[in-house]
């Protein structure tokens, strides 16, 4: 596992980007569509809006299928939701047709109901039998400072599950569930796309790739029959042997 290391953010960005069209272009051709589950956060911000602005070749919009890899427990137009950080960033400035969009309904005062519509919402798309995987052709990630993926953080129920779709995780920190794709679907995936910004995340960068027996649910990311790509800015990275 060798990470793709770019000098600035604004190159990370940009390779990022033309990862993402690449494959959506590949995936269209062959299948005819491309599914992606997104993530939240400020690194994904700024990939979602260099997607958006038009400078990159023709993108394939009323092809690809959005999901989300984690949502918070919270309804869609609120602050700290990452629907809503993705329809501002990306989705509302971008020509994707609103059934290819589909959110998790943190809006439900039930987090658990939340995760089972989400559940069903993937079984029902990618036509599941039980105990059958959705394939996504692309999952993007970031990192937690605690190597948490998606809202999978260490030592909750969540990274256990074997059999689920997606669960609603509660993050004792934080006091409150989340609701996530469990390990089971992201290491599915075809491709499985890290992206890691910035030097605050080189610390936990260093543990994720030199301390094997950390245990981190970053570490528990191997996709089983697809790509793991690593790419991040030399801030990051910075605290990696050379």
Request: aromatic share 10%.
């Amino acid at each position: 596992m060798t990470p793709r290391i770019l000098d600035t953010p604004a190159e990370l960005f940009q390779a990022a980007a033309n990862e993402f069209v690449t494959r959506a272009s590949k995936a269209v051709h062959s299948e005819g569509r491309f599914t992606v589950a997104l993530s939240g956060g400020s690194t994904p911000k700024s990939l979602y809006a260099l997607l958006a602005g038009g400078s990159l070749p023709s993108i394939p919009w009323d092809k690809i299928y959005f999901f989300w890899g984690d949502e918070r427990h919270v309804p869609p137009d609120h602050p700290e939701s990452n629907f809503r950080m993705t329809n501002e960033a990306m989705l509302s400035k971008v020509p994707v047709p609103r059934q290819n969009i589909f959110r998790m309904p943190g809006e439900l005062p039930n987090a658990e109901d939340a995760a089972l519509a989400y559940e069903r919402e993937l079984q029902r798309f990618f036509r599941l039998q039980p105990g059958e995987f959705p394939r996504f052709d692309l999952i993007l990630l970031g990192i937690g400072p605690d190597g948490h993926v998606a809202s999978l953080f260490p030592a909750t129920t969540g990274l256990l599950e074997q059999h689920r779709l997606v669960v609603a995780n509660w993050v004792e920190k934080f006091k409150t569930y989340r609701i996530t794709m469990t390990l089971a679907v992201i290491n599915y995936a075809a491709c499985v796309m890290f992206l890691v910004s910035g030097s605050d995340k080189a610390e936990i960068v260093k543990e994720i790739f030199e301390e094997p027996n950390a245990h981190l649910p970053a570490q528990q990311v191997r996709p089983a029959n697809g790509e793991l790509l690593w790419m991040m800015d030399r801030g990051a990275g910075s605290a990696l042997k050379r």
